[in-house]
């Protein structure tokens, strides 16, 4: 009898990724939704246990209760992995209940949700001498002079509170070319009673856009880590991965692995970097710090962040590891890397020989998986009822 691993969100390849990670080390998986509508994880051959709950965000007590019930039936502590940021929020908001029921990385309430507050991660790299694009805060009763003596336009428009500003707005955040389009952007998100700040666009093409994946001890110190350089996303130009390659890059271990260690972080996290097209400095963009879209990249080159998680926390650690070369893999989540290839070619960012030549590099997909069919046929089915709905209305 060994801990289970519950893992919360199943309706996307995150979560997905994770569950493969750990059963094909022979954990035992159960994944956790609050509808089948859309859970194409719990297909996959290495869940085990298909757990709907009450939704975490309209029922938060009773969610609660519904993962402690189910831990309190286990005979030992499971390991619990959350694969989306309201889960993350929800996890923080609840650590000190949830560690008497689960083994989770960090045991200080705060630091995810303080990392991902843009605000406050803001003020955290500002501390750790991290360079992080200039800022102006909406709260300033001037904030309209110092965006156009300190960043100028275009700028973009940040919302402290990712998860749910993406929730309301299907979107990371606003780009505006002027004052009149700030203003109506700022409008639209107090209405929505969403906080927001303004920053620099730092110059450079999305293939300027960098990664580092880290595992932190219990120790708060590195031990597992490498870095990736992003070639496309979607929305473009500020969105999520969706074309992603593995790359060496010293630099970014050391400002990265220095900033997680001296904020006391315990366990998997990412942090977003951009690289000025002018200078060549690091800018600190953003930390991810639950499981992100590059976990099947991250796996397929020699890191399984969440079986790191899972061995350490149920008392075997697996040893260091760090990849300082480059394997030439990219990741690619083909379905929304078409709607981007569309949107580069549009407006002539990209060239379509060079999308076609991307396409000759070995690939750890999102959904796709030999040995793990199913999963994919579920998420086609899925989208091919939404393509139809949207013909016939």
């Excluded at 390991?79 to 929800?90: Q, T």
């Excluded at 999963?375 to 089915?381: G, Y």
Aim: aromatic fraction near 16%.
């Amino acid at each position: 009898m060994s801990n289970k691993a519950v893992i919360l969100g199943a309706n996307y390849y995150i979560g997905l990724s994770t569950i493969r990670c750990l059963g094909v080390m022979g954990v035992e998986v159960a994944a956790v939704d609050y509808s089948y509508e859309g859970s194409y994880a719990f297909e996959s051959k290495y869940c085990k246990e298909k757990l709907i709950g009450p939704h975490y965000k309209t029922q938060p007590k009773e969610f609660l209760q519904f993962l402690i019930d189910y831990a309190s039936k286990q005979t030992l502590k499971p390991v619990l992995i959350p694969c989306a940021d309201p889960y993350v929020e929800f996890v923080d908001e609840y650590l000190y209940e949830l560690r008497e029921y689960y083994l989770i990385p960090q045991n200080q309430q705060g630091i995810y949700t303080n990392l991902m507050d843009k605000e406050k991660l803001h003020a955290l790299a500002v501390k750790n001498s991290v360079k992080v694009p200039e800022t102006v805060y909406v709260s300033d009763e001037d904030y309209l002079d110092k965006v156009d003596k300190q960043i100028g336009y275009p700028c973009i428009v940040k919302p402290t509170d990712s998860p749910s500003f993406v929730s309301v707005f299907r979107r990371k955040m606003f780009k505006v070319n002027n004052k009149e389009e700030l203003l109506e952007a700022v409008k639209k998100v107090h209405e929505k009673k969403l906080e927001v700040i303004v920053q620099r666009i730092i110059p450079g093409f999305d293939d300027h856009m960098y990664t580092f994946d880290a595992y932190l001890n219990q120790d708060s110190k590195v031990t597992n880590w490498m870095t990736c350089q992003k070639f496309r996303q979607y929305p473009i130009n500020f969105g999520a991965s969706v074309y992603t390659g593995q790359k060496y890059v010293q630099e970014l271990y050391d400002i990265g692995a220095k900033f997680l260690e001296n904020v006391g972080f315990k366990g998997f996290a990412e942090i977003e970097f951009k690289k000025d097209a002018v200078t060549g400095e690091f800018y600190l963009i953003e930390v991810n710090v639950r499981i992100t879209n590059l976990n099947s990249l991250l796996y397929k080159a020699g890191i399984n962040m969440p079986y790191l998680t899972y061995s350490e926390l149920i008392g075997k650690p697996q040893p260091p590891f760090e990849l300082k070369k480059d394997t030439g893999l990219v990741f690619w989540y083909a379905y929304e890397d078409f709607f981007a290839v569309r949107g580069y070619l549009k407006t002539k960012q990209l060239k379509l020989s060079q999308v076609l030549k991307s396409y000759f590099k070995p690939k750890a997909y999102a959904i796709w998986d030999y040995s793990d069919p199913k999963p994919f046929f579920a998420f086609s089915k899925s989208i091919s009822k939404k393509i139809t709905k949207k013909i016939f209305r």
